[in-house]
């Protein structure tokens, strides 16, 4: 979801781990030479969607902490290869706190149709994310270190099984 803290969280956790960190968000921006926002406006949620899709199963992950869009979700095929690839974590984060830190929905890039909530968004959406998710952590709050403590010990337990 959107701000859910997974480029936050992820920063750290790419550090805590000593690996490398790529939000894909900037890898769409790369390739087409436009901000998200400009995407959506200019092409609509559908084009967006495609192109989301098409950067993603052509990009390898492996070895990587990701940050997706929380829009990449709605690609089966974009998740299947994340999920083949990595592990999926879910940052869970309930609605009123989502709410608190989505003031700025409507130039942040967020594919949502008009008048979208974030309740209405969470609610499409996470069913979906727990669809792939391997991992859920609890993110409602803003002690990154904790969240990122708890995803590194679940990954190492998870790697050793």
């Known amino acids: 979801m959107p701000g859910s803290g997974k480029s936050t969280v992820g920063v750290l956790l790419a550090k805590a781990l000593r690996k490398n960190f790529v939000d894909t968000d900037l890898l769409i921006q790369e390739e087409t030479g436009e901000a998200l926002?400009?995407?959506?406006?200019?092409?609509?949620?559908?084009?967006?969607?495609?192109?989301?899709e098409s950067v993603i199963v052509r990009w390898k992950p492996e070895g990587q902490v990701v940050a997706t869009g929380g829009s990449v979700v709605y690609?089966?095929?974009?998740?299947?290869?994340l999920?083949?690839?990595?592990?999926?974590?879910?940052?869970?984060?309930?609605v009123p706190i989502l709410e608190e830190r989505l003031s700025n929905l409507d130039s942040r890039g967020v594919v949502r149709q008009p008048g979208q909530s974030v309740h209405h968004l969470w609610a499409e959406r996470d069913p979906l994310y727990r669809k792939w998710a391997k991992l859920t952590v609890e993110n409602g709050h803003d002690n990154h270190e904790l969240v990122v403590h708890e995803i590194a010990t679940a990954l190492t337990a998870l790697e050793a099984s």
Do not use: K, N, T, W
């Not at 926002?37 to 989301?52: K, M, N, T, V, Y």
């Not at 690609?75 to 290869?81: C, F, N």
């Not at 999920?83 to 309930?94: N, S």
């Open 75 to 81: 690609s089966e095929a974009a998740m299947r290869h």
């Open 37 to 52: 926002q400009d995407i959506l406006d200019r092409q609509g949620i559908a084009s967006f969607l495609a192109i989301e």
């Open 83 to 94: 999920a083949d690839h990595g592990i999926c974590v879910y940052l869970d984060v309930p």
